[in-house]
Nanobody, 122 residues
Framework: QLQAFGGGLVQAGDSLRLSCAAS????????VGWFRQAPGKDREFVAA????????YYAESVNGRLSISRDNAKNMVYLQINTLKPEDTAVYYC?????????????????WGQGTLVTVSS
């Protein structure tokens, strides 16, 4: 019901836009978060957006380089990543939740999609 795509192999300094497509239900009333998991590391929060786009949240480690947005008419959520660094290499996942009150907590989201791999070469 959620599918992340848009990853690939890029060079440090490049920009990339990841997309998250929802299907099977209307996601306009869901908040959506992006998480990433680097090899050998735990999955970590990177960004989230409320259902109305009124509020966005970012992890401190990536703040300033990321921008999350959504188009409810298309059931799509986007994550723009600028000035990519090798440490951004990870599988990126999107997730949705109806009542998210802890934006960085994995358990706040009950619908997860398959991730998309982003590899940043130096």
């Amino acid at each position: 019901q959620l599918q992340a795509f848009g990853g690939g192999l890029v060079q440090a300094g490049d920009s990339l836009r990841l997309s998250c497509a929802a299907s099977g239900r209307t996601f306009s009333n869901y908040s959506v978060g992006w998480f990433r998991q680097a090899p050998g590391k735990d999955r970590e929060f990177v960004a989230a957006i409320t259902w109305s786009s009124a509020r966005t949240y970012y992890a401190e480690s990536v703040n300033g380089r990321l921008s999350i947005s959504r188009d409810n008419a298309k059931n799509m959520v986007y994550l723009q990543i600028n000035t990519l660094k090798p440490e951004d290499t990870a599988v990126y996942y999107c997730a949705a939740g109806l009542r998210v009150n802890a934006w960085g907590r994995l358990s706040s989201y009950n619908i997860w999609g398959q991730g998309t791999l982003v590899t940043v070469s130096s």
